[in-house]
């Protein structure tokens, strides 16, 4: 029992920035809590904040440091899910109804065994990254590797064809930003050139094939936020009375309108919540996070951290979303776990 305590105020001490960062949200939610307009119910929503979010990014750290599991066999499993959610996704496709729980397509988009087009593709996009991801490591076998390809052409099928835009836009903004590292750093060999075109002309050819592709996708080109636009905009007066901190955590159909389930954006969603004082806070986490990915080497997290950010600015929450703060959180621990391996290469060097 000593030992595990002893460890866990090791953990506590090599990772007390993030962890600070973390707190300092924590003390932004309160102060809002206090003096915004929904005390009990803001109260409630920071404590969730801490034991779902901040205690399992410790907790993950802990086990992995114990060697429970290794960022491999998270990988591993972040890419069976998706696979069985887009082989569910591929009947749903092909019979109108998902197999695991009888859902029907909605409003023309793939939803899988979830109830909304917009998560599943989500979800599907954070495979469909992965797996890409994957094919272009040099330790797969070729075995694996066409497995891969396999694995990533159905989970970007179920990605296009959920409908679902900001999903779209994350895969896009992951791969551009991937691709242009991978091209700098002459990183990309003959065979991968012929699989990017081979993706691209399919993709291409797909949409072309697809009216309701491409009444989305020139959507997406036009500017079209589906009256999200004029939401944000009627948001900044009341942002503007609670400048410095807000008016409490989920407080949108208090404040603003109950005719919208929330506002779509992740950073006026803070402002309105927390104030610019709790958007500064904010800022200031995804700084370290962005800081620590630096050090690390590991640019294919950022350029994962930034599309997700760019998926933020029309549906999503950083404050209370279970699905995006979980993600966020396993992103954290890929990202920070890296720091076992330099204390132990700087122990050997002792």
């Known amino acids: 029992a000593f030992k595990n305590i002893e460890t866990v105020t090791s953990l506590l001490k090599q990772y007390k920035d993030i962890l600070l960062?973390?707190?300092?949200?924590v003390f932004s939610m309160i102060l809002s809590s206090v003096l915004g307009v929904n005390l009990a119910d803001s109260l409630s929503q920071t404590m969730k904040f801490i034991y779902r979010y901040i205690f399992l990014f410790i907790v993950l750290l802990y086990f992995f440091k114990?060697?429970?599991f290794t960022r491999k066999f998270v990988i591993t499993m972040i890419v069976v899910t998706c696979t069985i959610y887009a082989m569910d996704g591929l009947y749903q496709y092909?019979?109108?109804?998902?197999?695991?729980?009888?859902?029907?397509?909605m409003y023309g988009g793939l939803t899988g065994p979830l109830f909304n087009r917009n998560i599943f593709g989500f979800i599907m996009a954070i495979g469909a990254i992965v797996s890409?991801?994957?094919l272009f490591s040099n330790q797969q076998s070729k075995l694996l590797k066409l497995l891969l390809i396999g694995i990533f052409l159905l989970i970007l099928f179920n990605l296009i064809f959920s409908l679902a835009r900001a999903p779209w836009v994350f895969f896009m903004v992951y791969a551009l930003c991937f691709l242009v590292y991978m091209l700098?750093?002459?990183?990309?060999?003959?065979?991968?050139?012929y699989l990017i075109f081979a993706v691209i002309s399919l993709a291409i050819l797909v949409f072309l094939s697809n009216d309701e592709l491409m009444v989305r996708f020139n959507q997406l080109i036009e500017g079209h936020t589906s009256k999200r636009f004029d939401l944000w905009m009627d948001t900044v007066p009341f942002i503007l009375q609670h400048l410095w901190f807000g008016y409490g955590i989920d407080t949108f159909?208090?404040?603003v309108t109950d005719k919208f389930s929330g506002l779509h954006n992740a950073f006026i969603e803070i402002a309105l919540f927390l104030g610019l004082v709790g958007l500064l806070v904010y800022f200031n986490f995804l700084r370290v996070i962005f800081m620590e990915i630096y050090k690390i080497n590991q640019y294919s997290y950022g350029f994962f951290l930034l599309g997700f950010l760019v998926l933020?600015?029309?549906?999503?929450?950083?404050?209370y979303s279970k699905l995006n703060l979980s993600v966020l959180v396993i992103?954290?621990?890929?990202?920070?776990s890296h720091r076992f391996e330099k204390v132990k290469v700087d122990d050997e060097n002792c």
């Open 21 to 25: 960062a973390f707190m300092l949200i």
């Open 66 to 68: 114990m060697s429970f």
């Open 94 to 105: 092909f019979t109108g109804y998902d197999m695991l729980k009888n859902i029907p397509i």
């Open 132 to 134: 890409f991801a994957l």
């Open 184 to 193: 700098k750093q002459s990183l990309l060999s003959k065979q991968h050139l």
């Open 253 to 255: 159909t208090i404040v």
């Open 312 to 319: 933020l600015q029309f549906d999503g929450s950083l404050v």
């Open 331 to 336: 992103l954290m621990f890929l990202i920070y």
